[in-house]
């Protein structure tokens, strides 16, 4: 059984070494007697950046830190290869928590979410059938209440949740504008997505008067993905009674100290309402957000971009890689396909 361990708690920005490879013995494909879990083949792995709060010890992530010592644990596909759980037999698809190895014995199963739909890819259920499809989903529409006209900005708009909290406002008839960290994303942002405008923030000497380029009139919806110092400019771009969707802070998971961010008085001066949310517990919506999804995607009224590396080898790479912009779209790690 191949896995990737966690090797010891980090300090700064995570590096390949942190999680090194290892090959176990023997894997065993049934579950010791009595057993009321399952044994999953992964299949694909996903790549999350709350993945790095995780690697500390103390601090800040919702989720319990990771063992030293032990695989990384993370959301992924995963084929049942034998169960002591009545919910799940042989063979069936599932996606949820699992470990980085090629096999996993998942002791609380009910924690699972059983695949239904497979005409579709299914590394989608890393993605926008999965995790981040929900966190675009009920950050936008159920935090946000957005409306037809309105003016809404993403950051990290390429990415897993943003390519989507893009196409969804979009959908909604929003005007909408996108930042992220490379030319080539911003061309994806534009042409792909259907972004009325994007810019890439590395290249802006001033992001207050870049979003006055581009918000004339203010915003009306941040989706926020990186905090800092977009979150300053963006403060002082919001018109009165906006919202904002406090969905994560990426700039600030490698700092020691987190970098203040000025200009909070706009929240009060402009009555914006700001509201954080951690998705796991809002995943009772999961069945209302797939009823909406999936059509979508077969009328290819939504599309989805994925960077997908292959092997478990190439799984510390592609989580490190999230901290610098490597990923263009969810990023997603093949165990195997089948
Ligand atoms: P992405 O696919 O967007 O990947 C991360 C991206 O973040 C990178 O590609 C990079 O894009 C950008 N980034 C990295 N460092 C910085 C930085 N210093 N400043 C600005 N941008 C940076 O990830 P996800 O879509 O999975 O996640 C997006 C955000 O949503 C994250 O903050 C994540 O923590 C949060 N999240 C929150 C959830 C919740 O329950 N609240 C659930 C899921 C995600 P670029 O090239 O544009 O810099």
Known sequence: NQQVIFKDYVNGFPKESDMPLKTS????????????????????LSCDPYMRGRMSKTQGSYFEPFTPGSPITGLGVAKVVDSGHSNFKKGDLVWGGTGWEQYTIITTPQTLFKIQDTDVPLSY?????????MTAYYGFYEICAPKKGEYVFVSSASGAVGQLVGQF???????????????????????????????NYKEEQDLDAALKRYFPEGIDIYFENVGGKMLEAVLLNMRVNGRISACGMISQYNLNQEEGVRNLSSIIMKRLHIKGFIV?????????????????????????????????ESAPAALVGLF?????GKQVVVVARE
Do not use: W
């Open 169 to 199: 406002a979009k959908l909604t008839g929003c005007y909408v504008v996108g930042t992220a960290g490379t030319n080539e994303k911003v061309e994806l942002l534009k042409n792909k997505f259907g972004y009325d405008e994007a810019f």
């Open 125 to 133: 259920y890393t993605g926008i059938l999965g995790m981040p499809g």
């Open 324 to 328: 610098s912009g490597k990923n263009v």
């Open 25 to 44: 013995t023997t894997i065993s494909l049934k579950l010791p007697q009595g057993s009321n879990g399952v044994l999953v083949k992964n299949l694909y």
């Open 280 to 312: 796991s517990d809002h995943f009772n919506l999961l069945p209302k957000y797939m009823e909406m999804v999936i059509p979508l995607i077969k009328e290819r009224k939504i599309c989805y971009i994925e960077d997908i590396v292959e092997g478990l």
